[in-house]
């Protein structure tokens, strides 16, 4: 699976949000989008799910155009898309609902990816009886269980606070390991994405386009640690000085 | 934006005098929202009931007010068994709640959908917002004439009425609901697979479900009220009939125990309602 975004440009009347944005993800890469405030990054992400259409360019996969939302492209927002009626396992079933799978079969997926996001044992709970932390893991399993070609993750940890945010990176970093899934991350912290990227992107504001890219020259296998590393502390930095160079430019 | 240090404000506010302070009230149980302790609960509660009673108690016994005005308790209880005892009271209920079920049931069945139709396609909201939002404010009762007139004396206008009554605030209220549902959820949903319907069979409708059950709850006390009125106009049965067929022969005790009947009947209504929301909206409490 490859996602190509080329020359894409998003106007919201007359303010202009993305301007030509050229941009490729290759299969099992994670991609980390960083920017301040008003780069678009939200807007990019709504764009590749086919929730807006691009005003300019195109956006496809495997070049194919993107028409609309699909499985095929999982998303997961910051907070509050749970279906609060709806018990752990039947908002992980949702997407599985939709296609004709027995029931053995559908209990199966959900039953691997509830145990891979450590939620067996609250499987038969409203999404108001769970922590922030918890809530974003059903959104995640909710996803994946569709098996999309690439998972799209819109700031999915802004809301939580930092211990729990940890957890949840490393979490994160685990399910892309056993999964083999792609990733591409929008978020405005800079140590975030160091830390779970293959590659950062930097956008830059008003209006939104690609200021720099950077390899992220990590082992795969990382941990908490890393962050501690002259190494990563030296990446972090010059990426952050761009994000701060990207808006006042 | 400001950055470097030279350009920070001036600091004059070294001349200012200090802030007038304010002595802090103390809490007290007229605080907004604060508790208060159970027992104050049931005394304001049983005090809410005892205090009209008694008044009516006394001022019934004391003469100060003519039986045919205001008939004591007692008098009203003996009236009350005297019609439940002839069947008479059994067949107005009836009639009265047959009405009442297939006037707001028609317009409960046409306000639901139309409701979500509109809170979910802007095209529903800008073809019907303007009529329905016009309708609304024209009172039922007023209509009574003219339903007369098209439909004749019988249940169809008595019917009518009803619907007319309830049909445009449901609507409206419903379609609030369904616009209350969350934009990401909806989003979410198309990117899990769910095309238009099954976002509407599987997302919208659960979620306003209980909101829609609220706005029929306040509906249904609409419902009661304008079925009364209905049938103050040439009936030959119903609660409301009662009434007027009581009133012509000055029997005012017969009067306030049809009242006592029809608030005994809105409340069961209103707790049942209450019952199923609670029941159904388990999720959201």
């Not at chain 1, 945010?165 to 490393?170: H, P, V």
């Not at chain 2, 009350?80 to 049931?105: H, K, M, P, Y």
Request: aromatic residues 6%; positive net charge; contains cysteine.
């Amino acid at each position: 699976m490859t996602l190509a975004l080329t020359d894409v440009s998003k106007e919201y009347g007359q303010k202009l949000a993305l301007d030509g944005v050229n941009l490729t993800v290759s299969p099992r890469e994670f991609l980390c989008v960083v920017g301040a405030s008003g780069s678009g990054k939200s807007t990019l992400l709504s764009l590749v799910a086919g929730l807006m259409m691009p005003t300019t360019g195109e956006i496809t996969v495997d070049g194919h155009p993107i028409t609309g939302p699909g499985p095929d492209r999982g998303l997961v927002f910051q907070n509050g898309s749970l279906y609060p009626w709806r018990t752990v396992e039947r908002n992980v079933a949702f997407g599985l609902e939709l296609l004709a799978l027995d029931t053995a079969e559908r209990d199966r997926r959900v039953d691997w990816y509830l145990a891979e996001t450590g939620l067996a044992g609250v499987r038969r709970s409203l999404p108001r009886r769970l922590s922030g932390g918890q809530q974003q893991r059903v959104a995640i399993a909710r996803a994946l269980v569709c098996e999309p070609d690439v998972l799209l993750l819109d700031e999915p940890f802004g809301a939580l606070d930092v211990q729990t945010k940890e957890d949840m990176q490393l979490l994160i970093r685990q399910i892309w390991l056993d999964t083999g899934t792609t990733v591409l991350m929008v978020t405005h912290d800079v140590e975030e994405a160091v830390f779970l990227g293959t590659r950062v992107v930097v956008l830059a504001s008003d209006p939104g386009r690609v200021a720099a890219e950077v390899r992220v020259p990590l082992a795969e296998d990382r941990d908490l640690a890393v962050k501690r590393t002259p190494a990563f502390l030296a990446l972090r930095a010059s990426v952050e000085d761009m994000v701060r160079c990207g808006v006042t430019r | 934006m400001r950055t470097a240090l030279a350009d920070r404000t001036p600091d004059v506010r070294t001349t200012w005098p200090p802030l007038p302070r304010r002595t802090r009230p103390r809490r007290t149980a007229l605080t907004i929202r604060t508790p208060i302790s159970r027992r104050a609960t049931t005394i304001l509660t049983v005090l809410s009931l005892a205090v009209p009673f008694s008044a009516w108690v006394v001022l019934s016994a004391s003469g100060a007010v003519p039986a045919t005005f205001l008939p004591p308790p007692g008098a009203v209880v003996s009236a009350g068994w005297e019609t439940a005892r002839s069947g008479e009271l059994a067949v107005d209920v009836w009639t009265t709640t047959r009405r009442v079920l297939q006037g707001f049931g028609l317009a409960v069945l046409v306000s639901v959908p139309l409701g979500i139709l509109m809170g979910a396609f802007q095209a529903g909201q800008a073809a019907f917002e303007p009529l329905i939002g016009l309708l609304r404010y024209l009172p039922a009762s007023a209509f009574i004439p003219l339903l007369i007139i098209w439909l004749g004396l019988g249940e169809p206008s008595k019917i009518a009425i009803l619907f007319i009554g309830t049909v445009f605030f449901n609507t409206l209220m419903t379609a609030d609901v369904v616009r209350g549902v969350p934009r990401p959820l909806i989003d979410v949903s198309y990117t899990l697979g769910a095309r238009r319907g099954e976002v509407l069979r599987k997302v919208v409708v659960p979620h306003s479900l209980p909101g829609i059950i609220d706005a029929v709850r306040v509906n249904a006390a609409a419902a009661w009220n304008f079925v009364v009125v209905a049938e103050l106009v040439n009936s030959t049965a119903g609660l409301g009939y009662r009434i007027v067929r009581a009133q012509r022969f000055l029997q005012t005790d017969k009067i306030f125990a049809v009242l006592v009947v029809i608030g005994v009947i809105g409340v069961t209504i209103d707790v049942a309602l209450r019952l199923v929301r609670a029941r159904v909206g388990r999720w959201a409490a």
